[in-house]
Antibody, heavy 126, light 106 residues
């Protein structure tokens, strides 16, 4: 059974930082592309960024609103994905979901997310 | 930037067919997928690669994609299908979600 468990959310002041984590199990983490997707309260889904598997270069891409402030990394030895969020703004307030693209299926190369975690809430407020 | 537009809401009677559209420039040239999100829950993939259903998704969910529009169809809609639905596409670098559609089963 695939499990994605996010942690690290909380209340932070504007300009502050947090590191979110996503513990993965039930699939070959090292062979997966991993993403962060966020959802502001009462709003729709917004892709934040992706890190490819090391086999595919381990490269990252980010959505324009977070580029330069957010950094995605992975530790394949711990089956864990990270999101370092810096220079937080009130508009970054959202539930942050971890999602996987298992490259043993077609998801990596046709662009869909196989599974989602339960999310962790980040609230940016003074 | 690329945009996907969905109707804000769709209402359907139990047992009838719900049709949700997703519009984007030349969307038919990309793969579209759909997620279902019930209140307080995480999204779940219901259609991928335009028309394929993941294991465990009922046959009443189907999809198509052509021209500028992808469509999610729920045949014989049940009360449990009441949820928000989001389309999503990928341009090989960026992932884009639709604006979301709330399906109400009256």
């Amino acid at each position: 059974e695939v499990q994605l468990v996010e942690s690290g959310g909380g209340l932070v002041k504007p300009g502050g930082s947090l590191r979110l984590s996503c513990a993965a199990s039930g699939f070959t983490f090292s062979n997966a592309w991993m993403n962060w997707v966020r959802q502001a309260p009462g709003k729709g889904l917004e892709w934040v960024g992706r890190i490819k598997s090391k086999t595919d270069g381990g490269t990252t891409d980010y959505a324009a609103p977070v580029k330069g402030r957010f950094t995605i990394s992975r530790d394949d030895s711990k089956n864990t994905l990270y999101l370092q969020v810096n220079s937080l703004k009130t508009e970054d307030t959202a539930v942050y979901y971890c999602t996987n693209q298992d490259c043993s299926s077609t998801s990596c190369y046709t662009g869909y997310f196989d599974y989602w975690g339960q999310g962790t809430l980040v609230t940016v407020s003074s | 930037s690329y945009e996907l537009t969905q109707p804000p809401s769709v209402s359907v009677s139990p047992g009838q067919t719900a049709t949700i559209t997703c519009s984007g420039d030349k969307l038919g040239d990309k793969y579209a997928c759909w997620y279902q999100q019930k209140p307080g829950q995480s999204p779940v993939l219901v259609i991928y690669q335009d028309s394929k259903r993941p294991s465990g998704i009922p046959e009443r969910f189907s999809g198509s994609n052509s021209g500028n529009t992808a469509t999610l169809t729920i045949s014989g809609t049940q009360a449990m299908d009441e949820a928000d639905y989001y389309c999503q596409a990928w341009d090989s670098t960026f992932y884009v979600f639709g604006t979301g559609t709330k399906v109400t089963v009256l």
